[in-house]
């Protein structure tokens, strides 16, 4: 990732080789399987990713390495493919069939079998605990997880230390995932067993969640 922000040559085509199929996969799955539109996107992403838009830094710096940047890839090759459909504005919230249809944060059956059982509950959690939020926890979660920002990026934003920026987010992260599962607990008639996965549940759902109701 580094080396594609400086324009490193074997960079630019390892990362064309492997991460290829993937838009085309993410999108085609996601939006459009049209050829042209799906290189229409490859190209508004590879722009975004290693020039940058209008005069703002390439967006591959925005990567922190925290997860794999296949992920990562494929969350901003949906986000890019939504907006070149819809002609929207980035920070635009999805809508909830769209937001179900997003590649899941991870292959576990158990996961997917209770978030189907409680998909509505899910929801007015997650909604009930951003709406306890304070402004500034709100607009850091959303300059993070829905306009891709690092945290230089929200220490700029704010002008603030870089220390104080990842003190927010950690905070806004961890009041969200909190009141999210006391929310989703007072809403179950689940036995103890099955209460025990209501943590794994909201941590696996959170930041698509968070991308969708902000």
């Excluded at 635009?92 to 509950?121: I, Q, V, Y």
């Excluded at 607990?185 to 930041?207: G, H, I, P, T």
Aim: proline share 4%; with cysteine; charged share 30%.
């Amino acid at each position: 990732a580094c080396a594609c922000a400086r324009q490193e040559p074997l960079a630019l085509s390892t990362f064309d080789r492997r991460f290829r199929g993937i838009v085309a996969q993410a999108v085609a799955r996601m939006v459009d399987r049209d050829p042209d539109f799906v290189e229409d996107v490859r190209q508004s992403l590879r722009e975004k990713l290693f020039v940058g838009v209008r005069g703002t830094p390439p967006k591959i710096l925005d990567y922190s390495g925290a997860g794999p940047l296949d992920a990562w890839l494929r969350s901003a090759a949906v986000r890019t493919a939504l907006n070149l459909r819809e002609g929207a504005r980035r920070e635009e919230p999805l809508d909830d069939e769209l937001a179900d249809k997003l590649p899941e944060s991870a292959d576990d059956p158990e996961l997917k079998a209770l978030k189907n059982r409680c998909r509505r509950e899910l929801k007015g959690a997650f909604q009930a605990a951003l709406s306890q939020l304070t402004s500034q926890e709100r607009e850091v979660l959303r300059l993070n997880l829905v306009g891709g920002q690092s945290i230089d990026g929200i220490a700029e934003h704010f002008r603030t230390h870089r220390s104080t920026a990842a003190r927010w987010l950690a905070q806004a992260r961890q009041r969200v995932t909190e009141i999210t599962r006391e929310e989703l607990v007072a809403r179950l008639d689940w036995n103890k067993s099955e209460l025990k996965s209501v943590a794994r549940l909201v941590q696996s759902q959170f930041d698509l969640s968070i991308q969708r109701y902000l």
